[in-house]
Nanobody, 125 residues
Framework: DVQLVESGGDSVQAGGSLRLSCTDSGRGFSHYCMGWFRQTRVNERAGVASIDSAGATSYGDDVKGRFTISRDNAKNTVYLQMNSLKPEDTAMYYC????????????????????WGRGTQVTVS
């Protein structure tokens, strides 16, 4: 089974950078669409970026030009490079996998994803 583990969260100053990693400790996810989501105590879980099995990427409007999602299937790892971080980027970040093909319109819908990691905290001050 696929088990996702996020890492790389930290506390940084505004303008700084972080790289989050999501590793599959199970059988691999090269054939699946992967997404990064974030959630705060007051906001619902929201899509940040997604990457499909072919490497096509999508980004939320508030992170375009600052965040980059990528995947290394040989390492069973998906990354989220976050640059020019802002205090409003503070959240728990979750990695997710969609076990079935999803429509482009659903790429940021949490219910389209079947497997979730436990999250990694990013704090920007």
């Amino acid at each position: 089974d696929v088990q996702l583990v996020e890492s790389g969260g930290d506390s940084v100053q505004a303008g700084g950078s972080l790289r989050l990693s999501c590793t599959d400790s199970g059988r691999g996810f090269s054939h699946y669409c992967m997404g990064w989501f974030r959630q705060t105590r007051v906001n619902e879980r929201a899509g940040v970026a997604s990457i499909d099995s072919a490497g096509a990427t999508s980004y939320g409007d508030d992170v375009k030009g600052r965040f980059t999602i990528s995947r290394d299937n040989a390492k069973n790892t998906v990354y989220l490079q976050m640059n020019s971080l802002k205090p409003e980027d503070t959240a728990m970040y979750y990695c997710a996998l969609a076990a079935s093909p999803i429509r482009v319109s659903d790429e940021f819908r949490p219910s389209a994803y079947n497997v979730w990691g436990r999250g990694t905290q990013v704090t920007v001050s």
